[in-house]
């Protein structure tokens, strides 16, 4: 069984930069085919994918957020990490991780609950 952890703070105040780290057992993040994703929900609204990491170590985003996310990945660790720069209130969500594979997401972190206020 494929199992996800999201860790990070859970605040972050305006302007700063949110690093979120998803740590994943039972699968290599270099295993061919498979792909990391980085998933969030605001309260009261839906998901919203965000960007993702390939096995290759290639990365690809939503182009509303590519401006200001980074994923970047620790394969010593079998890690990979999501960098948000300047938040806003707007980017409080439930921030989740998961593999996707045939443009599915398969396996799920429980999420993170990340709420920026000042």
């Known amino acids: 069984q494929v199992q996800l952890q999201e860790s990070g703070p859970g605040l972050a105040k305006p302007s700063q930069t949110l690093s979120l780290t998803c740590s994943v057992s039972?699968?290599?993040?270099?295993?061919?085919?498979?792909?990391w994703s980085w998933i969030r929900q605001p309260p009261g609204r839906g998901l919203e994918w965000m960007g993702a990491?390939?096995?290759?170590?290639?990365?690809y985003y939503t182009p509303s957020l590519e401006s200001r996310t980074a994923i970047s990945r620790d394969t010593s660790k079998n890690q990979f990490t999501l960098q948000l720069m300047s938040v806003t209130p707007e980017d409080t969500a439930v921030y989740y991780c998961a593999r996707r594979f045939n443009w599915t997401e398969d396996y799920w972190g429980q999420g993170t609950q990340v709420t920026v206020s000042s």
């Open positions: 039972n699968a290599s993040i270099t295993t061919n085919d498979y792909v």
């Open positions: 990491i390939r096995w290759s170590g290639s990365t």
